[in-house]
């Protein structure tokens, strides 16, 4: 492996390490700070590539903000870039608990006055840090009034906690489904107009 090559994955460990280092409340939190990092300051990825990153990693089982990672990381660096990316974005929570697990108890942190304001001072800071992304998404993707209504309904049936209609997996597979029909056919009118006006 060349200098140049080194210092490309070095600088792909060190943003995503300091992603996992300063992100409170789980992937949704982080997905603003990887927006800004990737899109905005390095520039690796455009925010449309983001946004189908996002989906995918959305789609797949397991911790979004790991994720994330791992599909940007693809992007950029191939698979030794996505491994590089999880161990950055893993590694700050990693130390951080194994720390909490050998030197503090759930009681310490309890009765602590001073840990107890500071999470309770963090937790507005996370609910903004999940509705941002959702608004940059929602922008991004061109959400206007009229398509508002699935996201909405979706939400609402998913909060409902009505059997089947509130498990966000059949929704998953039904967007994909409904994404697949819609485009095939828009598709397929676009080959058809094309071949009228020739």
């Excluded at 994720?67 to 698979?79: E, F, H, L, P, Y």
Aim: proline share 4%; charged share 20%; glycine share 8%.
């Amino acid at each position: 492996m060349d200098r140049k090559s080194l210092k490309e994955y070095l600088q792909l460990f060190l943003s995503f390490l300091k992603i996992g280092a300063f992100t409170f409340g789980g992937g949704w939190a982080m997905i603003s700070i990887i927006e800004r990092e990737v899109v905005t300051d390095k520039k690796w990825i455009a925010k449309e590539e983001f946004l189908d990153l996002l989906a995918v990693a959305q789609s797949l089982p397991g911790i979004l903000a790991v994720n994330i990672a791992v599909a940007v990381g693809n992007r950029i660096k191939g698979k030794t870039g996505s491994v590089v990316a999880a161990i950055g974005t893993i590694m700050p929570s990693f130390v951080i608990i194994l720390l909490i697990a050998m030197y503090l108890t759930p009681e310490t942190i309890k009765n602590n006055e001073i840990l107890s304001r500071i999470f309770k001072g963090i937790r507005p800071a996370v609910v903004a840090l999940i509705v941002a992304p959702v608004i940059s998404s929602a922008k991004s993707a061109k959400i206007n009034m009229r398509t508002a209504i699935i996201p909405v309904a979706v939400a609402l049936l998913i909060y409902s906690g009505i059997g089947v209609i509130s498990n966000p997996i059949l929704y998953i597979l039904l967007g994909g489904v409904l994404g697949v029909i819609y485009y095939s056919h828009k598709q397929q009118k676009t080959v058809a107009d094309k071949k009228e006006e020739g």
